[in-house]
């Protein structure tokens, strides 16, 4: 990872930081915050995928698997802004549930890693965290103001965790 990609990635991570510490303070005023940052974080995945996708992938082998998830995750980034009117509860068991299969992709990378002899604890404890955190929103969803403190405590593990990621040795797999 080079300078810059780790001095974006703190600066990210810090500001996610700022956003989470807001949301605790703000409590449940947060929950329309909460929904756009998760809309517009999906529509720009969307549309870096995308804008990926016609400047190399289109030319790489598997390319189109970028083309499609770039427009699948765009979609999605559409899909929660939309739900702004739709009752709370079902909003925060669609955020639990995006959260909870994050942590079981988490999982399963980690799982993979630990087949290859990689480093695998620190996902394997991202993955645990996240599909914790998950289940404590689907325990706490008549709570609104506790699901948004779950949201931002969750917020704010996920830039330490980003935090600590970017600081840590990477390992080179190479083939002889």
């Not at 703190?10 to 949301?23: C, P, Y």
């Not at 992938?57 to 702004?84: E, P």
Request: aromatic letters at 14%; a positive charge.
């Amino acid at each position: 990872m080079t300078i810059w990609q780790k001095l974006r990635n703190v600066l990210l991570a810090v500001s996610m930081i700022i956003v989470g510490v807001t949301m605790l303070v703000f409590g449940e005023e947060a929950y329309m915050a909460i929904i756009g940052i998760f809309a517009l974080a999906l529509e720009i995945k969307g549309i870096r995928m995308l804008w990926f996708y016609f400047r190399m992938a289109r030319y790489m082998v598997g390319g189109q698997n970028i083309f499609f998830r770039g427009i699948l995750f765009f979609d999605f980034g559409i899909f929660t802004g939309s739900l702004v009117w739709v009752p709370r509860a079902y909003v925060l068991m669609y955020l639990a549930g995006t959260l909870a299969f994050s942590g079981v992709v988490d999982l399963l990378g980690a799982n993979e890693a630990r087949g290859i002899q990689s480093s695998w604890k620190l996902k394997t404890f991202e993955g645990v965290v996240k599909v914790l955190i998950a289940i404590s929103s689907l325990i706490l969803v008549r709570s609104g103001t506790r699901v948004v403190d779950v949201c931002a405590i969750g917020f704010i593990f996920s830039a330490v965790m980003r935090i600590a990621s970017t600081f840590r040795r990477q390992q080179v797999i190479t083939i002889d």
